[in-house]
């Protein structure tokens, strides 16, 4: 039997994509006993509607409308709401410890001494394969997985040099918040060795209603109608759509 969130603790707990049934049983189990929730904006509706009516949920996502939290904003959150003894969820899409600032906020609650318990989540990466029905890895064409960002701190798109030779052979590339710029990187992808009729999928809102699927190949990519954000990229010869 799953304990109740405890009084003083934060959870960092992966939502995963947004169907609650994608939950894990934990997950689910401390979105309805925790008193404050700290969701991102990419968590659907459907997860949050798991909480107890009781709760305190706080959006802190960064472009969630609201005048913009900063980072140091959402660790003073967990500190001030677990320093006053309430069970606080930090609730972010996929997995917290994938593409989430998740090492900031574990820092932070070290350094404040609170205690904390990680609950993983689905990555967008497995969601987005399941849903377009794909193996990520194939044992003839694709023995490494690599989870990848186009995005650095600065918030630019990376330059060809910090990728190149960044990508084996015989991979299957993912790669989350690609930005918009399909042009440019569609260039530094092949400029860093990957062929440029490698198939490549764009995703956009996968597992929502609005899902939206872009089938091309990494040079096309460049022309290629892609969906709105959230956008994920699967590139590599084992993605395989019907
Ligand atoms: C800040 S990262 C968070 C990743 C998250 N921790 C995970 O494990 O999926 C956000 C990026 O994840 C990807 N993403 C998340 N949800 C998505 C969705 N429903 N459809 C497409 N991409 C998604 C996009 O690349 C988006 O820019």
Known sequence: MSTDAEPGFVYLVGAGPGDPDL?????????????VILPDDLVSDEVLALASPTADI??????????????????????????ADRSVVRLK?????VFGRAGEEIESLRAANIPFEIVPGISAAFAVAASLQTPLTDRTNASKLILATAHHAA????????????????????????????????????????PPGTPCVAVSKAT?????????????????????????????????LP
């Open 58 to 83: 706080i959006p802190v996502g960064k472009r969630c409308g609201q005048p913009r939290i900063t980072q140091a904003g959402i660790h003073a959150l967990m500190l001030e709401h677990a320093q």
């Open 155 to 194: 918030g630019k798109v990376e330059l060809t040099p910090s990728w190149s030779g960044s990508f084996p052979d015989a991979a299957t590339l993912v790669i989350y918040m690609p930005g918009r710029d399909f042009a440019a990187l569609s260039a530094d992808l092949i400029a860093s060795g990957i």
């Open 23 to 35: 939950l894990t049983l934990r997950a689910a189990h401390l979105l309805r006993t925790a008193d």
């Open 93 to 97: 899409s996929g997995d917290p410890l």
């Open 208 to 240: 929502t209603p609005d899902e939206h699927i872009c089938a091309t190949t990494l040079v096309n990519l460049a022309s290629a109608e892609v969906g709105p954000a959230p956008v994920i990229l699967l590139i590599g010869h084992a993605i395989q």
